[in-house]
Antibody
């Protein structure tokens, strides 16, 4: 059973860079899965941020692409998110999740989520 | 981007009711449509993938249908633990998108 756990600062200054890491256990990140970040502003819906394959191939939300970077460390079995030039609009619960490829692409495992507040 | 519109935005129902939630895509996504349930303070949970396939462990009262641009999630007999927010999500495009959510309330 794969498990994911987010970690990182819960408070980020405006104009700074948000950095989070997701530790994966129970499955090697070299498997045929994508590893993704999703966020949810307080009281609002889900927004996909981006994803990475163990090869390093990435896909990003076009609305965030200029500010986002997702990287992977297969040896450590973890992947990371960096979001630059943050504003209050980036305040959200950030989830990491596995995108299972077969039998159909879907988010089948999620971390518990971590709240990141952008404020000075 | 492929935009997903869910309706209704919210609905009130009672235990035992049959309810349906619809999700409409702006482009043909074939059957690359998934449904999730989210309870307050918790991560979303996958209910249905590929439009109509029940995820392992999900009760049989949940079902999904549709293809192309129009999809439906149905709960045949609402249980107390089903009061939650439901989201659709498309994986047809490499730019993944979610619907806005439907809150099911008592």
């Amino acid at each position: 059973q794969v498990q994911l756990q987010e970690s990182g600062p819960g408070l980020v200054n405006p104009s700074g860079t948000l950095s989070l890491t997701c530790a994966v256990s129970g499955e090697s990140m070299s498997s045929d899965s994508w590893w993704s970040w999703v966020r949810q502003p307080p009281g609002k819906g889900l927004e996909w941020i981006g994803e990475i394959y163990h090869s390093g191939t990435t896909n990003y939300n076009p609305s965030l692409e200029s500010r986002v970077s997702v990287s992977v460390d297969v040896a450590e079995n973890q992947f990371s998110l960096k979001l630059s030039s943050v504003t209050a609009a980036d305040t959200a619960v950030y989830y990491c999740a596995r995108v299972r490829v077969e039998p159909a692409p879907s988010f089948d495992s999620w971390g518990q989520g971590t709240l990141v507040i952008v404020s000075s | 981007d492929i935009h997903l519109t869910q309706s209704p935005f919210s609905l009130s129902a009672s235990v035992g009711d049959r309810i349906s939630i619809t999700c409409r895509a702006t482009d043909n996504i074939i059957n690359y449509l998934n449904w999730y349930q989210q309870k307050p303070g918790k991560a979303p949970k996958l209910l249905i993938f590929a439009a109509s396939t029940l995820q392992s462990g999900v009760p049989l009262r949940f079902s999904g249908s549709g293809s192309g641009t129009d999809f439906t999630l149905t709960i045949s007999s609402l249980q107390p633990e089903d009061f939650a927010t439901y989201y659709c999500q498309q994986s047809y495009s490499t730019s993944i998108t979610f619907g806005g959510g439907t809150k099911v309330e008592i």
